[in-house]
């Protein structure tokens, strides 16, 4: 029995950056005296969703992998408590801007770095503006407490993502988000959002952990404001799909469970699904567009 507890988190992010770090931090500190041993932040908390906008000062913003502030303070809290670490962040390399993922182990030691594969372009998530499309390909991390992969929120809708890293053998699949309500269309995609992240759980079958963010955020642009009201719901499937803890649509909190790797690693040998794939057929993935 390999048990391992996981944890993801939500909170409220402002543009001061010392203030939204420490709430992340309460909630990793929280979280790990509680037991859990993965803990999940939010994407791009280190700021408000600069997103809605387009604005060139916001590409100041980014920060290579060693001299991000989060980062480094993170990896010496992942080594006090002894946690794993994925940490979303804006990410500069040369010349060119990525939405990141650094993953930090118990140690307090950097793993590697995944760059977002797929870029949402359009009102109020204009990422294309700030973000060059990933190019790490998907990436899975053997941490002290198992082997994850880590998506980034609109990686998260594509099933290519997550068969990816649960073909490269992810036990778990967790991807940090930054999604609200979608002003231009109308309508509430809380429960589209979950669904299709508990389809990957099912078909996959392995628990996906979601986290998101809180609260109203405004962007302001040559005095054009743009807002957008962002509607938690972090949660935590188990290995077929089932939401077993889910978090608040307004609250700074955590969410944990405990999973049994190797009960869930005997359940997908028995369900069949890897052994009867066919990859000859799918070549349609690659010559549709």
């Known amino acids: 029995m390999r048990s391992v507890t996981v944890a993801t988190t939500q909170i409220s992010c402002s543009w001061d950056k010392q203030k939204n770090i420490d709430l992340a931090s309460d909630l990793v500190t929280k979280a790990a005296n509680a037991g859990a041993n993965i803990i999940l932040l939010q994407e791009l908390f280190e700021t408000p969703y600069f997103c809605q906008v387009h604005d060139f000062e916001y590409f100041n913003l980014a920060t290579e992998v060693e001299h991000n502030t989060a980062i480094n303070h993170f990896k010496q809290l992942a080594k006090s408590l002894d946690v794993v670490l994925p940490i979303s962040f804006y990410e500069k390399s040369g010349n060119t801007l990525f939405n990141s993922v650094t993953i930090i182990d118990a140690d307090g030691e950097i793993l590697g770095t995944y760059r977002k ?17 990933g190019d790490t390909g998907f990436k899975v991390w053997e941490t002290k407490y198992g082997k994850i992969g880590v998506g980034i929120y609109w990686d998260q809708w594509f099933p290519e993502c997550a068969r990816s ?13 930054a999604i609200g309500d979608e002003p231009t269309l109308n309508i509430n995609s809380t429960g589209h959002w979950q669904r299709c992240m508990q389809g990957h759980s099912a078909a ?15 962007i302001s642009q040559n ?23 889910e978090a608040s649509t307004d609250k700074s909190e955590f969410i944990m469970a405990t999973f049994d790797l190797d009960a869930l690693a005997e359940q997908r040998r028995q369900w069949g699904v890897f052994r009867d794939r066919r990859p000859s057929m799918y070549g349609t993935l690659l010559t549709h567009g």
Do not use: C
């Open 165 to 177: 890293m649960a073909l490269m053998g992810a036990a778990m699949l967790l991807y940090p988000t």
């Open 223 to 245: 005095g054009i404001d743009s807002t957008m009201q962002f509607y938690g719901s972090s949660f935590i499937t188990d290995g077929r799909g089932e939401i077993v803890q």
């Open 117 to 133: 594969t797929h870029i949402p372009d359009g009102i109020p998530y204009a990422e294309k503006f700030y973000f060059t499309l």
């Open 204 to 218: 996959n079958l392995m628990p996906v952990i979601a986290a998101n963010r809180i609260g109203e955020e405004t």
